[in-house]
Nanobody, 117 residues
Framework: QVQLVESGGDLVQAGGSLRLSCAVS????????VGWYRQAPGKERELVAA???????NYADSVKGRFTASMDNAEYTVYLQMNSLKPEDKAVYYC???????????WGQGTQVTVSS
């Protein structure tokens, strides 16, 4: 069993920045992909960014150029740096760890990001 714990969510003004953290209970393998997802009220959960050891992260079009995913495997932690935040970025942000070849993975409990206009 793998545990993931997100933190760093907060209330910020539009144009501000936040850094989310996803602490993983074990070393992140080269076979693992860690994804950052978000879910706004009344909307489906969507993938925001995905990162695998040694590869360039992938981003949703809506956050390209504003969000940056990174990994510190010495700390078993994945980060999501969010700049130039917009009100539409408001959501609960989750991280997910999925082993290559598997359809499902492990989820954290989520962290709330609120952006005021």
């Amino acid at each position: 069993q793998v545990q993931l714990v997100e933190s760093g969510g907060d209330l910020v003004q539009a144009g501000g920045s936040l850094r989310l953290s996803c602490a993983v209970s074990r070393r992140i393998s080269v076979l693992d992909t860690v994804g950052w997802y978000r879910q706004a009220p009344g909307k489906e959960r969507e993938l925001v960014a995905a990162i695998t050891t040694g590869d360039t992260p992938n981003y949703a079009d809506s956050v390209k150029g504003r969000f940056t995913a990174s990994m510190d495997n010495a700390e078993y932690t994945v980060y999501l740096q969010m700049n130039s935040l917009k009100p539409e970025d408001k959501a609960v942000y989750y991280c997910n760890l999925r082993r290559r070849g598997f359809l499902s993975g492990y989820w954290g409990q989520g962290t709330q990001v609120t952006v005021s206009s």
